[in-house]
């Protein structure tokens, strides 16, 4: 069973910048995409960023430029800069098997930027 554990989160000024950790419990076997999203209140969730075990990236054009999705062995990573008050937003990490059903999400972690 894969447990996603997010880490990094927190409250930051216009500008700065914050990285966000995911890491996994289990084996990710089967898994070969990793992303995050994020869901602002009152807003549905969207996709931030993604990674394919292959190492392609994909963006969301409103943070691409400013953010970079890695990973490295079981965890993923979000490096977030030029942070703008229009990313305040709870982050979950989801990893994927795109071939099955298989689909797991982390506890979700807080950004806030501060104008």
């Known amino acids: 069973q894969v447990q996603l554990v997010e880490s990094g989160g927190g409250l930051v000024q216009a500008g700065g910048s914050l990285r966000l950790s995911c890491a996994s419990s289990?084996?990710?076997?089967?898994?070969?995409?990793m992303a995050w999203y994020r869901q602002a209140p009152g807003k549905q969730r969207e996709l931030v960023a993604t990674?394919?075990?292959?190492?392609s990236t994909n963006y969301a054009d409103s943070v691409r430029g400013r953010f970079t999705i890695s990973s490295a062995k079981n965890t993923v990573y979000l490096q977030m800069n030029s942070l703008k008050p229009e990313d305040t937003a709870v982050y979950y990490c989801?990893?994927?098997?795109?071939?099955?059903?298989?689909?797991?999400w982390g506890q979700g972690t807080q950004v806030t930027v501060s104008s």
């Open positions: 990674i394919t075990n292959g190492g």
């Open positions: 289990g084996s990710i076997f089967g898994i070969n995409r």
């Open positions: 989801n990893f994927r098997n795109t071939y099955t059903t298989n689909d797991y």
